[in-house]
């Protein structure tokens, strides 16, 4: 009876040499008469400690990690295909305390299945959801994603029902489903993960938003730099076609619901929903005014809804397991769960799945061990380079969209980079001043002008040259950029630039709190 063992396929334990171990694994088992069954699996996230390669023995998961291509000839002389003890033994994955202590339900498969075995997806619950919602009216479904507290995974936290709901209630031609897989903020890695990890979630998630607003064409917009996302993607729906999940009459319904995957060009601002729609109609991603909405004239005009990767994923198990399942996790209007990504200098980075609630510093320390240096976290930037710089005095704040707001903050991806007590918080204000200047679309001033100014200003302040000055300058640079930006792209540039002098004053070597208005003041708590 041969042995399943499980190596991911996931890139980033592609690029710590998933692959080399996989061969080594599949060589070594040849020459020792070992008869194996070798499964590329996604990854559990626990980056750290990839490649993980996992061995299943009685139905049940054991681990080691992480493992080298030079490792596999020890594992297999320590029998590590009967779970035998092994120096890089970590015994049951299920029990291992950054994976058990989640709430995982958006990631409930990924790091278990094969992510493009349709049959794999069927036996974990895949397409329960769907089935469901084919038995449900239109206003029926709208209800369910409504009553389960759903919100924009991407940033803006808006309720996920009333997008859905404007848009089946408009009347068009033709509408659309887009999913904004644009993921291109700092630290961000969730959406790379489904895409790659478990693409028939995705898929199963934006049919059903077909279902209900009667959209029979979507759109996976990735960015260029996700290529492996890309080819899952595309061989995922080339399977679901050939299994009736997608094409005219899926599963029998009477339903048509057609998905395609393009690639974005590599512009941060594509991010924003109205320059996406700009680039997916082959123009040049600039942002659009508002109104009109997308909901109501989006993609060639029609009605469009426009979710971020994780806000779909999300529906499936909302369907399959009723909303009210799904709404008991979280708190106050943040309902369901968040994937949370540790990054930057920090012990233990990956992807962690929590109810909205858990506070920073838990998440901090108790899943991410502190900084990898060993040195103390001065400083934590949540929700992409656009984020507020929190001070250790903030982190006891919860994980919630209303808690952060109040502190002048913004979870937005989910997000989170850790420095530690050597970051100059001066260079990382310029830093954001500078990510504006280069990535803005340059259609409003305040952003585009504005952030080119306050990358000036800033190194007049590094320089030494009138610092109080140019801190008051870059303080009514980011009001006007805060209050006169036509999106979120200049609007949110002021964040971590206030945070970052209001929280760490030391840093800009002036008594900056001094200057400013109170618009910007409040903003940055």
Not at 331 to 340: H, Y
Request: charged share 20%.
């Amino acid at each position: 009876m041969s042995v399943k063992i499980f190596v991911p396929r996931d890139s980033t334990a592609i690029a710590l040499g998933a692959n080399e171990v996989a061969k080594a694994i599949t060589a070594h088992a040849k020459a020792k008469g070992v008869e194996i069954s070798l499964v590329r699996n996604g990854s559990r996230g626990m980056f750290w400690l990839e490649p993980l390669v996992e061995v299943e023995i009685n139905g049940e998961r054991h681990a080691y990690g992480p493992v080298t291509e030079d490792d596999v000839k020890s594992l297999f002389d320590a029998n590590f295909t009967q779970a035998g003890q092994h120096a890089l033994s970590l015994g049951k994955t299920e029990q291992i305390p950054f994976l058990k202590n989640q709430e995982r339900l958006t990631f409930a498969r990924i790091g278990i299945t094969d992510p493009v075995s349709i049959d794999d997806y069927v036996a974990h619950e895949g397409y329960v959801g769907l089935k469901n919602a084919l038995g449900l009216t239109q206003e029926q479904i709208v209800q369910q994603v409504t009553d389960s507290g759903l919100r924009g995974r991407g940033g803006a936290a808006f309720p996920t029902g009333i997008k859905w709901n404007t848009v089946r209630a408009t009347t068009g031609s033709q509408k659309y489903i887009v999913c904004n897989a644009d993921e291109g903020d700092s630290g961000t890695f969730s959406d790379r993960m489904v895409m790659e990890d478990d693409p028939f979630m995705l898929i199963e998630g934006m049919t059903i938003a077909g279902l209900a607003v009667g959209a029979t064409k979507g759109y996976i917009y990735v960015r260029s730099e996700y290529p492996h996302a890309i080819d899952v993607l595309n061989e995922a729906i080339l399977i679901a076609e050939k299994n009736n999940y997608l094409g005219s009459n899926v599963l029998g319904s009477g339903h048509a619901f057609h998905l395609e995957v393009r690639v974005g060009a590599g512009s941060y601002v594509c991010g924003e929903e109205t320059a996406l729609l700009e680039s997916l109609e082959g123009r040049r991603g600039i942002v659009r005014a508002k109104p009109p909405l997308p909901a109501i004239s989006g993609l060639f005009g029609k009605p469009t809804v426009i979710n971020n990767v994780i806000s779909l994923a999300s529906v499936p198990i909302i369907f399959s397991r009723g909303a009210e399942f799904y709404r008991d996790y979280g708190m106050g209007r943040s309902r369901g769960t968040l994937p949370i990504q540790l990054a930057g200098n920090i012990k233990h980075g990956g992807l962690v799945e929590k109810a909205f609630g858990i506070s920073l510093r838990e998440m901090l320390y108790d899943f991410g061990g502190g900084t990898r240096s060993g040195r103390e976290i001065r400083a934590v930037q949540v929700g992409g380079p656009l984020g507020a710089y929190l001070p250790q005095s903030q982190f006891d704040t919860p994980l919630d969209y209303e808690a952060f707001l109040a502190i002048g903050g913004t979870l937005g991806h989910g997000g989170i980079v850790v420095f530690d007590d050597t970051v100059d918080m001066l260079k990382q204000a310029r830093y954001a001043m500078e990510f504006c200047a280069v990535e803005s679309c340059g259609k409003c001033t305040p952003c585009r002008i504005g952030s080119t100014r306050g990358v000036e200003a800033l190194d007049k302040v590094i320089a030494g040259e009138e610092r109080e000055q140019q801190i008051h300058l870059v303080r009514d640079l980011c009001d006007v950029m805060l209050n006169g930006s036509l999106c979120a792209m200049g609007g949110m540039t002021p964040f971590p630039v206030l945070s970052a002098m209001n929280h760490f004053p030391e840093d800009f070597g002036a008594d900056n709190k001094q200057a400013g208005s109170k618009n910007t003041a409040k903003e940055a708590a």
